[in-house]
Nanobody, 122 residues
Framework: QVQMVESGGGLVQEGGSLRLTCTASGFTYSGYCAGWFRQAPGKEREGVAAVNSVGNTRYADSVKGRFTISQDIAKKSLYLQMNSLKPEDTAMYYC????????????????WGQGTQVTVSS
């Protein structure tokens, strides 16, 4: 059984940084893609950053230059380093992994974590 567990969220002031971690158990790291998504109250879920098994990455325009996605396959972990945080980054952040990848990189269906809350105060 695959489990995805996020951690690292919290409350931070505008301009601050947070590092999210997603640890996957039971997931086979072959021909996969993984990513971070977020959903703010009253808004649709959006893709934030994604990475695939060959190391390609993709970012939402709103986070380019501020967020960095990385992975440690040996530790079965996915990370999201978030710098220069803005109040509009406030949302529940979810990690996901799948072997079905939209555009070759954004996970579709697959496995999702329960989310970790990120709140940025102004």
């Amino acid at each position: 059984q695959v489990q995805m567990v996020e951690s690292g969220g919290g409350l931070v002031q505008e301009g601050g940084s947070l590092r999210l971690t997603c640890t996957a158990s039971g997931f086979t790291y072959s021909g996969y893609c993984a990513g971070w998504f977020r959903q703010a109250p009253g808004k649709e879920r959006e893709g934030v950053a994604a990475v695939n098994s060959v190391g390609n990455t993709r970012y939402a325009d709103s986070v380019k230059g501020r967020f960095t996605i990385s992975q440690d396959i040996a530790k079965k972990s996915l990370y999201l380093q978030m710098n220069s945080l803005k109040p509009e980054d406030t949302a529940m952040y979810y990690c996901a992994a799948s072997t079905i990848c939209s555009g070759g990189i954004w996970p579709r269906f697959g496995y999702w974590g329960q989310g970790t809350q990120v709140t940025v105060s102004s």
